[in-house]
């Protein structure tokens, strides 16, 4: 089945640099979604990108969408200790419901 | 508030036990599914509904069922014929916007 990838599996910053993660994906989709894990906890919904869309902004995130090369990535700006979790990108198959497929994640820390 | 419950936090069962995973939401969304998440990996779909007394397997549905009697319940049940059952397990539910999903918190199911 289709399932997103991201990229880099760990990532490690500075307090206030920003971060940034990719997702790949292989074939068309209806929408892709980012969503946060804090560690044992269930999944938060970031923001959600269609497939007619390139950009998309919520507060200090910015996802972009290139479906020409199948990839989106999520930027976090000016990042904060609290933004340490893990990142799912998850992809929504065109035609079907709402099903969508996640990836394995981007573990990030935010070192204050 | 609205949202999605799932109990118990944390389950023990013994081999061979049949145990069921509860997974309420007062969201009124019409989609609701279940994801089995092992540890350093994403998430992967057990079971879907999207209408009540319908319901559809996913991508490793073998070893478990599942009832969706009423919109607000879709309970989960593990059964002796799951061999590797210890995981995290989140439920999650879904509007007819497609706006993503809302998660439950989870529950973390272990073999004794």
């Known amino acids: 089945s289709q399932q997103g990838e991201e990229d880099p599996q760990a990532l490690s910053i500075q307090e206030g640099e920003n971060a940034t993660m990719n997702c790949s994906y292989k074939?068309?989709?209806?929408?892709l979604q980012w969503y946060r894990q804090n560690s044992g906890r269930g999944l938060v919904h970031l923001i959600l990108i269609r497939s007619n869309e390139r950009e998309k902004h919520s507060g200090r995130l910015r996802v972009t969408l290139d479906t020409s090369k199948k990839s989106s990535s999520l930027l976090i700006t000016a990042s904060r200790a609290a933004d340490t979790a893990s990142y799912f990108c998850?992809?929504?198959?065109?035609?079907?419901?709402?099903?969508?497929?996640f990836g394995t994640g981007t573990k990030l820390q935010v070192i204050p | 508030d609205g949202g999605i419950t799932q109990s118990p936090k944390y389950l023990f069962r013994k081999e061979g036990q049949n145990v069921t995973l509860s997974c309420e939401q007062n969201l009124n969304h019409d989609a609701m599914y279940w994801y089995r998440q092992d540890p350093g990996q994403g998430l992967r779909l057990i079971y879907y509904s999207q209408i009540v007394n319908d319901f559809q397997k996913g991508d490793i549905a073998e070893g478990y069922s599942v009832s969706r009697e009423k919109k607000e319940s879709f309970p989960l049940t593990v059964t002796s014929a799951q061999k590797n059952p210890t995981a995290f397990y989140l439920c999650a539910s879904e509007s007819r916007d497609n706006y993503g999903y809302t998660f439950g918190s989870g529950t973390r199911l272990t073999v004794v």
């Open positions: 998850a992809t929504a198959y065109s035609g079907g419901y709402q099903k969508v497929t």
């Open positions: 074939t068309s989709i209806n929408n």
